[in-house]
């Protein structure tokens, strides 16, 4: 090859290299260009101020101490700001050493980092390694997001001046609190302190070093390295973590003086437990409770206030009657799933002196279906119903002495024919007294009583008690025909012990502002969510009446050996079985039934929701003392009078039990 046409090949050469860098500098100048007004945002913008998580705690929550039952959080992303001084520095300097060991020193991007993950990348052909420091990861997650995922040497260009940027005008105190409240750590936790209470349930001072190290090796691959999802991987990268951290013991970035070598590799070796709660798919505990709370503050403050801004909100649950409750339905109604036809229960019980929610169980499992049974089904409740009925009847002035006829009646159904109302065992008695009409839940007699005073006059008490679903004026409403829902239920009940003042139910006890000010307290507004119902004279009568149904009626399966009332319900074709029932202190509804509305098996009140019932009020109430329901001074009645029945006709043969499905059209009561 002659000289001259080397002399041509280099000046090609040099010319196209040459050619290579001015358009290698004019794309620099480029996307300076493009980029300045990203600096601009900049320093115009605050780092980012982080929504809060709206934190949901039991009964047992301390405003003092900020300690109590988590029930879990409500969020946009799970994030709960923390500042920087109440991050523990063993978590701060793992995260460091994993993420940027040289963040104090350098000014935002890392010359030497991005030069060994430029030859890093090159030896592998592909862009693997990112060299990015805190300031970087701060910058593409804010204000590059909509191209962070982009692995683009335009990206990180931007990424490194707008980092600059942000280091030229932030302390690095602020650049990493920020970042710490920023970054995701998976299974839904934004921030470190969401993270700590996702992963292990625990406040972040209580912290071992080896469970620094596995959330800090997070961030590089969040959903990858779950250790919920993924232990081994996630134990993997914490060794990974640790072993930096020995390194910058060393190297001298970090001030590790307080770590030593014995601690790391103590740290190693730990057994990591990671948090188990009973939760929903949300890491709720009491998923349905928290539901209806959650509901109630949407209702109240708006999404946006409940989601972002970081309230406190302290709630009537007790975290063990809850979990005897959750115990119970699941027990008992799995027990009878072959036996029985049924696939669902529900349970919902309150505080008969506050109206205070003390336990919710809306199904037999939230992650299945999150329709809340306790809240929102409405289902016949059979002879349930028929305390409204007589409760009713007393306030007119009838007497429990006072004779009802147990027969066979047929009463105008508004369409030129007749319905009669059948006993469910096709049994009849004749004359007998009001209150063994109520004891031994008899249809006809019941039927009677209500055509005496008037189903208007039942759905008024009904009313009084908090009952508001559509209940329509007929004589089959006081067999249960019209739905209701089992939390009004339950608050309705308790008006019997509580001597006639009905006490609206209340989930939240106090709610709390991001800066810890009191901006709700339902603790002090009994007097504006209660009525008067009935008399007291009436509500004690009622009291005598019911505890004679688990004494000697139809619900003496639900006797815990202690002062109780109750009454039982089973509508017609056994489509639903309830018991309601209460303590002096505690009211308590419990249902089973299917939600395609089939028929279950022969399931009566005092079957399986009378056990449901006893199981969950037994064990909650194992420690209470033994106390017997208030009379008044001038009490009609202290006890329940003798009777012997006897019957006085032949039952009929044929014919279904209960009350119609559907109601008889027009006014049927004479």
């Not at 975290?319 to 115990?327: L, S, V």
Request: glycine share 8%.
């Amino acid at each position: 090859m002659s000289g001259q046409v080397l002399k041509r090949i280099l000046i090609g050469t040099l010319a196209t290299v040459l050619a290579l860098v001015v358009v290698f500098l004019a794309y620099v100048l480029f996307l300076i260009f493009q980029i300045s007004k990203n600096q601009s945002l900049v320093s115009g913008i605050s780092l980012p101020l982080t929504s809060q998580n709206t934190r949901v705690y039991a009964s047992d929550y301390d405003p003092e101490k900020h300690t109590g039952t988590l029930l879990g959080a409500l969020y946009v992303e799970n994030r709960d700001y923390v500042k920087l001084s109440d991050v523990p520095k063993q978590l701060v300097d793992c995260i460091l050493a994993s993420e940027d060991a040289g963040f104090w020193k350098h000014k935002g991007f890392n010359v030497r980092s991005i030069i060994r993950a430029a030859v890093a990348n090159v030896r592998s052909q592909s862009l693997r390694e990112g060299a990015s420091t805190i300031s970087q990861q701060l910058a593409r997650n804010v204000f590059l997001s909509n191209i962070k995922s982009q692995k683009t040497v335009s990206r990180k260009l931007q990424e490194i001046i707008l980092a600059r940027a942000i280091e030229n005008k932030y302390s690095k105190q602020e650049i990493l609190e920020s970042y710490l409240n920023y970054i995701y750590f998976g299974n839904r936790a934004y921030g470190v302190k969401a993270a700590v209470y996702s992963y292990f349930n625990k406040d972040l001072d209580k912290l071992t070093l080896g469970e620094c190290a596995l959330l800090a090796g997070l961030p590089k691959a969040p959903t990858l390295l779950n250790p919920f999802k993924n232990k081994d991987a996630a134990l993997a990268r914490r060794d990974e973590v640790l072993a930096r951290l020995e390194e910058e013991r060393h190297r001298g970035n970090l001030d590790l003086s307080y770590i030593s070598e014995g601690e790391i590799e103590k740290a190693k070796a730990e057994k990591v437990v990671l948090s188990h709660r009973r939760a929903g798919p949300s890491g709720w505990f009491a998923p349905y409770f928290v539901s209806y709370v959650r509901q109630y503050l949407f209702d109240k403050y708006g999404e946006d206030q409940v989601l972002r801004h970081g309230l406190t909100v302290v709630t009537t649950l007790n975290p063990t009657a809850q979990a005897i409750a959750e115990d119970a339905v699941v027990k008992d109604v799995t027990a009878a799933v072959k036996s029985k036809r049924v696939s669902q229960g529900a349970l919902v019980s309150v505080d008969v002196k506050t109206g205070g929610i003390l336990a919710m169980v809306g199904g037999l499992d939230y992650d299945k279906s999150n329709f809340n049974r306790a809240t929102m089904a409405r289902r016949q409740p059979g002879s349930s119903f028929k305390p409204f009925v007589y409760s009713t009847a007393l306030e007119e002035g009838w007497k429990i002495t006072d004779t009802l006829q147990d027969k066979e009646i047929g009463y105008p159904d508004g369409e030129g024919g007749e319905w009669t109302p059948h006993n469910y065992d096709r049994k009849y008695l004749g004359t007998i007294p009001v209150w063994y009409g109520l004891v031994q839940s008899k249809n006809a007699a019941t039927v009677d009583l209500l055509n005496h005073i008037g189903p208007e006059k039942v759905v008024e008490m009904a009313r009084r008690m908090g009952i508001t679903t559509q209940l329509n004026p007929y004589l089959s409403l006081g067999l249960g025909s019209d739905g209701v829902i089992p939390l009004e239920m339950a608050a309705a009940f308790a008006t019997f012990p509580r001597g006639g003042i009905y006490v609206k139910p209340v989930c939240v006890l106090q709610v709390y502002d991001h800066n810890g000010t009191l901006i709700e307290d339902n603790t002090q507004n009994m007097q504006s969510r209660s009525t008067e119902a009935m008399s007291p004279e009436t509500a004690y009568t009622m009291v005598v009446l019911m505890k004679g149904v688990i004494q000697r009626g139809t619900g003496t399966r639900a006797n815990i050996g202690r002062p109780a009332g109750g009454k039982t319900g089973t509508t017609n074709d056994y489509r639903d079985a309830w018991f309601v029932g209460y303590t002096p202190d505690v009211c308590t509804a419990a249902w089973v039934g299917n939600d395609d509305f089939q028929s279950m098996n022969r399931m009566f009140g005092g079957g399986t929701p009378a056990q449901i019932w006893r199981d969950f009020m037994s064990a909650f109430l194992k420690d209470a003392q033994k106390t017997d329901f208030a009379a008044p001074e001038d009490a009609p009645v202290r006890s329940l009078p003798a009777f012997a029945p006897k019957p006085e006709e032949k039952p009929p043969e044929g014919g279904q039990p209960g009350a119609p499905a559907t109601p008889p059209e027009g006014k049927v009561y004479f």
